[in-house]
């Protein structure tokens, strides 16, 4: 470009080609012409120079380029020559520790077999004595078990037979002696009193109950006898019973369960109702002597 320059600046100049002057343009034109013929030869020349330097450049980039790639195959091979060898050498050691593991792993398998077999040995030795402890266990057992329950049967007998004997022996004692206090019961209940009417349990003061006689409790009820409750006329209609007896009479008290039952208030069917009702007796009121 700078040369391109220096050529313009060194062209001629004509001082008269602002005027008129008929050769100007044909001299103008034959001076671009030259011009532009030397430009194009120049420009060539360029280009030749150019391509010779690329050729020139070229050369020691593909003798670098040719160096470089064999280097790159020497160290190719070199890589993979040591990577060969490398995996040689492990799988030489990897051989070596499978043998020792086989080795160990033999050494250690025999070993477990004996180990095995002596505590099978001996576990069988101890179920065997166990089976025998187990078994005479059982029959001690079985045995004691079955003498204990013989004795045991025997006693139960024993024990039904006594309380069988004692029962009958103490339900004929009560059926006599309800027999009798009923009977009893009934004639008084039905005799006719001085107006006429049947008599309710009416007492009379003259023979208050005798001080020094214990009150009727269900512990001594059967040995009372029944003529210390009884007024003149008025018969204790509880003596002999499972319930505690009371004074008919006028002015004495009888407490049971929190209900006081007097005397002179409570006679005849009320003293049965009040004591029917209360749970004092159960069993030996008829249902046509409650009213």
Not at 15 to 21: P, S
Not at 217 to 242: A, C, H, K, M, Q
């Amino acid at each position: 470009m700078s040369w391109i320059v220096s050529k313009w600046r060194s062209r001629s100049h004509n001082d008269y080609a602002g005027e008129e002057d008929p050769d100007h343009r044909l001299r103008f034109e034959a001076v671009e012409s030259k011009r532009s013929e030397t430009f194009a030869s120049e420009i060539r020349q360029i280009e030749f120079d150019f391509l010779q330097a690329e050729t020139v450049r070229k050369v020691p980039e593909q003798q670098r380029g040719e160096i470089f790639k064999d280097a790159q195959i020497g160290r190719c091979g070199a890589f993979v020559t040591q990577e060969k060898n490398r995996l040689d050498l492990f799988e030489q050691a990897e051989k070596g520790r499978q043998d020792t593991f086989r080795l160990h792993d033999d050494q250690r398998h025999t070993i477990f077999e004996a180990s095995s077999a002596a505590r099978e040995e001996v576990f069988l030795n101890s179920l065997e004595e166990y089976s025998e402890q187990y078994r005479w266990y059982t029959h001690t057992v079985e045995t004691l078990f079955s003498t204990n329950r013989q004795h045991r049967q025997s006693m139960y007998e024993r024990t039904i037979k006594a309380i069988s004997t004692e029962f009958a022996a103490f339900l004929q004692i009560e059926e006599d002696t309800f027999s009798t206090v009923h009977a009893r019961r009934v004639s008084l209940l039905s005799r006719i009193s001085d107006d006429g009417s049947i008599l309710e349990g009416m007492g009379n003061n003259a023979d208050p109950l005798k001080k020094s006689q214990a009150a009727p409790t269900l512990g001594n009820l059967g040995n009372i006898e029944p003529s210390r409750y009884i007024n003149n006329s008025v018969p204790s209609y509880f003596s002999g019973l499972e319930a505690p007896v009371t004074q008919l009479g006028e002015g004495v008290n009888f407490r049971h369960q929190g209900s006081t039952i007097r005397g002179g208030y409570l006679r005849g069917d009320n003293l049965i109702r009040h004591l029917t009702k209360t749970k004092v007796i159960r069993l030996y009121i008829p249902h046509f002597l409650v009213k």
